[in-house]
């Protein structure tokens, strides 16, 4: 039986692969013939860590905005008959499988938690992660945005084409990047990061976020902050994990000071283990975490900064 060649949008950091990247590869594997699609002039410097995690052909492509992007990703899809094209649901991720979605008026499916692309079915979280639903997508391509780390990736050497893909492409399309700002929040973009401390209102302050920023230097992982501590100015909108947040997915999540509100928990309930540290040993987040610890933050993190350099 001829398996199908599904489509993994490739995203970059600067000349490195995104490692969130490798989870969807491993997806797309599990459905057919896993086709990388990479936005770089230089396809031997993914080669080797593309082919590692089972992208038998990789296609290279050159744009120099999003609108420009979705079309090549939209004549990639036809010149080589994937049957489905898999991305992170990150906020680029967003943006170019979407714009690819309305030029081929193709299914789209963002924030997936599960795919199966034998029948064309995801899993989303939805009521603040109190239920999954299955959704059936149909059409001649379907395209998914997967929760980053949402799948763990498994090596599966292969040895890969490279590709480099050109279409005709509209150039009067009045998109035209001014400036590119990056957020100050740290070297590890938060949605995708495989560690993270959170910070809840007892934080207190801004200045009392470093000892949570001295712990994830030396995980290494992200800082977050719920939305209490967010509204009350002691950390930016970028940081906040939940409902109105963001949606992570890490290997080890810790709340610091959080009471494991719904909202809160809706936005990180995918993480695979959970700690819990807070004063009140009633607290809701005992009732959510793997892992818990009654005593008081401003004790806790420190001691847990200092195991942790010493281990090192």
Same mark, same amino acid.
């Given at each position: 039986?001829?398996?199908?060649?599904?489509?993994?949008?490739?995203?970059?950091?600067?000349?490195?692969?995104? %490692?969130?990247?490798?989870?969807?590869?491993?997806? @797309? !594997?599990?459905?057919?013939? %896993?086709?990388?699609?990479?936005?770089?002039?230089?396809?031997?410097?993914?080669?080797?860590?593309?082919?590692?995690?089972? @992208?038998?052909?990789?296609?290279?492509? +050159?744009?120099?905005?999003?609108?420009?992007?979705?079309? /090549?990703?939209?004549?990639?899809?036809?010149?080589?008959?994937?049957?489905?094209? /898999?991305?992170?649901?990150?906020?680029?991720?967003?943006?170019?499988?979407?714009?690819?979605?309305?030029?081929?008026?193709?299914?789209?499916?963002?924030?997936?938690?599960? %795919?199966?692309?034998?029948?064309?079915?995801?899993?989303?979280?939805?009521?603040?992660?109190?239920?999954?639903?299955?959704?059936?997508?149909?059409?001649?391509? /379907?395209?998914?945005?997967?929760? &980053?780390?949402?799948?763990?990736?498994?090596?599966?050497?292969?040895? %890969?084409?490279?590709? &480099?893909?050109?279409?005709?492409?509209? +150039?009067?399309?009045?998109?035209?990047?001014?400036?590119?700002?990056?957020?100050?929040?740290?070297?590890?973009?938060?949605?995708?990061?495989?560690?993270?401390?959170?910070?809840?209102? &007892?934080?207190?302050?801004?200045?009392?976020?470093?000892?949570?920023?001295? !712990? @994830?230097?030396?995980?290494?992982?992200?800082?977050? @902050? +719920?939305?209490?501590?967010?509204?009350?100015?002691?950390?930016?909108?970028?940081?906040?994990?939940?409902?109105?947040?963001?949606?992570?997915?890490?290997?080890?999540?810790?709340?610091?000071?959080?009471?494991?509100?719904?909202?809160?928990?809706?936005?990180?309930?995918?993480?695979?283990?959970?700690?819990?540290?807070?004063?009140?040993?009633?607290?809701?987040?005992?009732?959510?975490?793997?892992?818990?610890?009654?005593?008081?933050?401003?004790?806790?993190? &420190?001691?847990?900064?200092?195991?942790?350099?010493?281990?090192?």
């Amino acid at each position: 039986m001829t398996m199908s060649n599904i489509g993994v949008l490739i995203e970059m950091d600067g000349q490195e692969i995104k %490692a969130s990247n490798y989870g969807v590869l491993t997806a @797309a !594997c599990t459905g057919g013939n %896993a086709v990388a699609l990479v936005f770089t002039e230089n396809g031997d410097v993914v080669k080797n860590d593309l082919e590692r995690f089972g @992208a038998g052909k990789i296609v290279t492509m +050159s744009a120099t905005n999003p609108v420009q992007k979705a079309k /090549l990703m939209a004549a990639a899809v036809k010149e080589f008959n994937l049957s489905a094209v /898999l991305g992170l649901s990150s906020a680029r991720g967003r943006d170019l499988l979407t714009r690819c979605a309305c030029i081929l008026d193709a299914p789209l499916a963002l924030d997936a938690i599960q %795919a199966d692309l034998s029948d064309g079915t995801v899993v989303k979280s939805h009521f603040s992660g109190k239920t999954t639903a299955v959704i059936q997508l149909s059409g001649d391509t /379907l395209l998914v945005g997967l929760r &980053p780390n949402v799948i763990e990736a498994v090596e599966n050497p292969v040895s %890969a084409e490279l590709v &480099p893909f050109t279409a005709e492409a509209d +150039s009067s399309d009045g998109f035209k990047i001014l400036e590119v700002k990056k957020g100050g929040t740290g070297t590890i973009d938060l949605t995708e990061a495989e560690i993270i401390i959170t910070g809840g209102r &007892p934080m207190n302050s801004a200045e009392n976020f470093q000892i949570l920023h001295a !712990c @994830a230097e030396v995980l290494p992982g992200a800082v977050g @902050a +719920s939305r209490a501590a967010v509204d009350a100015g002691f950390a930016p909108h970028s940081m906040q994990v939940g409902q109105t947040g963001k949606t992570v997915s890490p290997k080890l999540y810790i709340g610091c000071g959080l009471s494991g509100s719904v909202q809160h928990f809706a936005g990180m309930k995918t993480a695979r283990i959970i700690v819990g540290i807070n004063t009140d040993k009633d607290a809701p987040i005992f009732g959510k975490c793997d892992y818990g610890i009654v005593g008081d933050l401003f004790e806790v993190v &420190p001691v847990l900064t200092e195991v942790l350099k010493n281990k090192r």
